[in-house]
């Protein structure tokens, strides 16, 4: 169990993440834990993985094609999205990509390079759970939420840009 | 201009205190340098030689009087004096205290000023011609645009981090005043056969290692597309630029690898997803920036006023600087004045807070309290009537703006170099200086007429040097500053990128290289050619024969 930020709140989870060893190779995964998977191993054998005891998820790293995860949307329990480091912005489109085009409605995850800093641009494209980097609190990271009260563009969160607000209020 | 409301305010406002809030972090070892480093880039903060260096932006070139007599507080409280204009319409502040920034920053957001994106893998500051809303050749006043993507760009939260830094000009005249072809994306105000307003869109333009004049992708995006076409571009950028090496990442590169047909497709595709969204503009969104951008109250008066050209047929010195130092003014009896920062001795782009409380003044007094930083590094008074113009030139004479230089060889569009800046491989202000000193006969240099002198200290090319008529190139070669040189280079609506001459040169040998250009173009030229079209006509060889003849 380790403790993650979802929908405002920290909280206790037992999700294992499955990444490949220095050489490559993936652990074994008992049966019956829940366990996110990387995007390639999933649709390897998309089969076994529903078969199994516990529950499986998936996660994209940031050159994974979401529309490869379309048809799987809406029965997975969790998708989430990995930040090697925190200065590759790709998963922000991703994120975006599977609220708004896929229209993914289920937990949505940042992994990796993530940290309070980070917390308010990744909200705002639509994850609601974070996964905090080791070494950095993660209590204190629920902080990031509220770092702007406002912004100009149209995001997941509040699709109607700033500029229509304005001008219609008027 | 624009002015900020409440919401404006409150968005700088949390942006000095996340700052503020992270600075305390990295001091306190709660940021690493590795992690601070994106953070303080993104605000506009370097780390260089002797100090930090602030970044402020200057949003498309508009600068009210009081905010320039805010820069000149913080250049007098934080600073040593004076700062530095930049080719981004930016100005520079070279030594401020790590610990005060956040307390620069917070004095900037008082008078609607910030440093947000100034710097780092993200939309930089919008640029834009310096005479928008001005200029005689003014086809559409792009400024309300300039706002709406300067809102659009400010702290978009799926574009933070980039593959590389990413930078937006907008152009509405006749003649491309803004460099568009040479951004990442360059926008072209246009009107269409039907009589609707839109956009022709340049991408992949850009200097530095890989100098690429950038390519239409679109020949006419109709204005309430402007938003989600600018998405569906970066989200194709942000997904499938590269980031495995920083001087392949820029767009440019993508473009170049996808083509610009497969790009544009690619472009194509992401943007049907996105147009008719919630981002596309109406015209009553569009109505509400431009409202920003009206005409000041502009007093009918005649052209050429006899307090005008009296002075001229009297004064030759006034007449000189008349003909170089403003521009024609759209409204009849007003000329733009352009504050040459060029004076020999002074590096390029060099402003004391002195400096900028008397063209604050100048700017209230005549005109209406508005300046304009154009991207060539000079300050610029937009509304000035014909009839001030000899006091005007008068006091600008008597605070060192009045060398009458602009446009010509002496008009440097220069980088602050190896002095302040970490990156640069030589020295750029020592050399600028003597190539000033070098043509300082105005006779000589009046008689040389138009010429765009571009210098960078390094690759990165903040000098702009491919563009220049005369470009130089700071190199490094075995720890030695060495200078390279290109002819044929141009800016505006014909860009081209200048070709290397030759070997570079020693310091000390730039001048005397120079000069010998100079005196192949004056043997050559035909009646009334400038410089660039005799380059163009005789090509580089004989250029090359006389610059690198053994015996001369």
Redesign the interface.
């Known amino acids: 169990m380790r403790s993650i930020i979802k929908d405002g709140q920290v909280t206790q989870d037992s999700w294992q993440v499955l990444r490949a060893d220095a050489q490559g190779q993936y652990p074994q995964v008992a049966a019956d834990v829940d366990v996110i998977v990387p995007l390639g191993l999933w649709l390897a054998d998309k089969a076994a993985w529903q078969n199994r005891l516990g529950k499986t998820a998936v996660w994209l790293a940031p050159d994974d094609d979401p529309a490869l995860l379309a048809a799987d949307l809406s029965s997975l329990p969790l998708v989430a999205v990995d930040f090697p480091a925190f200065t590759d912005g790709r998963g922000y489109s991703l994120g975006r990509l599977l609220r708004e085009r896929y229209s993914y409605a289920g937990e949505l995850r940042a992994l990796g390079d993530v940290w309070v800093d980070l917390l308010h641009y990744l909200w705002q494209v639509g994850f609601n759970a974070f996964e905090i980097k080791d070494g950095k609190d993660t209590d204190t990271a629920l902080a990031g939420y509220d770092t702007f009260t406002e912004r100009y563009q149209s995001t997941q969160r509040e699709p109607v840009p700033l500029f229509r607000r304005r001008v219609t209020s008027q | 201009m624009y002015r900020y409301?409440e919401?404006d305010h409150?968005?700088v406002r949390?942006?000095v205190e996340?700052f503020r809030d992270?600075t305390q972090r990295f001091l306190s070892g709660a940021l690493t340098e590795d992690?601070f480093r994106?953070?303080r880039l993104m605000n506009g903060l370097y780390v260089q030689r002797h100090a930090p260096m602030l970044r402020v932006a200057i949003p498309y070139g508009h600068l009210s009087s009081r905010q320039l007599r805010k820069l000149a507080h913080i250049a007098r409280t934080y600073d040593k004096n004076y700062a530095h204009f930049t080719t981004r319409q930016n100005i520079q502040f070279n030594w401020p205290e790590l610990a005060r920034v956040p307390d620069i920053l917070a004095e900037l957001a008082e008078v609607e000023m910030h440093a947000i994106q100034t710097s780092g893998?993200c939309v930089r500051n919008t640029t834009t011609d310096a005479f928008a809303g001005v200029a005689q050749d003014e086809l559409l006043d792009p400024r309300a645009y300039c706002e709406?993507i300067r809102?659009?760009s400010?702290?978009?939260?799926?574009?933070?981090?980039?593959p590389r830094k990413f930078k937006i000009a907008v152009s509405g005249s006749l003649e491309d005043r803004a460099a568009t072809q040479v951004h990442d994306i360059g926008l072209h105000v246009v009107r269409n056969e039907a009589g609707e307003v839109g956009f022709k869109v340049i991408v992949g333009g850009g200097l530095g290692r890989t100098p690429i004049v950038g390519e239409v992708v679109k020949e006419f995006l109709p204005t309430r597309h402007l938003?989600t076409y600018l998405d569906a571009v970066l989200?194709v950028y942000?997904?499938f630029g590269r980031?495995d090496n920083k001087y392949k990442a820029r767009i440019k590169i993508l473009v170049k690898a996808m083509t610009v047909a497969g790009f544009a497709a690619k472009v194509e595709d992401e943007w049907l997803?996105l147009k008719d969204?919630?981002?596309t503009?109406?015209d009553?969104?569009v109505a509400?920036?431009a409202s920003y951008f009206t005409d000041p109250a502009y007093d009918v008066l005649p052209s050429n006023p006899a307090e005008l050209t009296e002075k001229l047929a009297a004064e030759p010195a006034f007449a000189r600087w008349l003909e170089r130092n403003t521009r024609p003014h759209k409204q009849a009896g007003y000329r733009s004045v352009v504050l040459s920062l060029k004076k020999t001795g002074v590096p390029p782009g060099d402003i004391t807070a002195d400096q900028m409380d008397a063209a604050a003044d100048w700017a209230d007094r005549f005109g209406y309290g508005e300046l304009r930083v154009a991207h060539e590094q000079n300050l610029i008074l937009p509304d000035v009537r014909e009839r001030d113009l000899y006091e005007v030139w008068q006091l600008a004479k008597s605070q060192g703006f009045a060398t009458p230089n602009v446009g010509l060889l002496t008009d440097i569009i220069c980088c602050p170099g190896g002095d302040f800046c970490s990156l640069a491989n030589a020295r750029s202000i020592p050399v600028a200086e003597a190539i000033q000193t070098r043509f300082d006969d105005l006779d000589y240099l009046f008689d040389l007429g138009e010429i765009d002198c571009n210098f960078s200290g390094c690759m990165n090319a903040c000098g702009h040097h491919h563009i220049g008529n005369i470009g130089i190139l700071g190199v490094d070669k075995n720890g030695e500053e060495w200078y390279q040189i290109t002819l044929g280079g141009s800016q505006g609506s014909h860009t081209t990128i200048g070709k290397v001459i030759g070997p570079s040169f020693a310091q000390a040998d730039v001048p005397l290289a120079f000069e010998k250009i100079m005196t192949v173009y004056l043997e050559q030229r035909t009646n009334g050619e400038r410089f660039i079209e005799t380059v163009r006509r005789i090509g580089l060889d004989p250029f090359k024969e006389r610059v690198y003849a053994k015996h001369h």
């Open positions: 409301d919401v409150r968005i949390e942006r996340q992270q992690e994106p953070l893998n709406i809102q659009w400010t702290l978009h939260p799926e574009f933070a981090f980039l938003l989200r942000n997904r980031r997803h969204g919630p981002s503009l109406r009553v969104d509400h920036y």
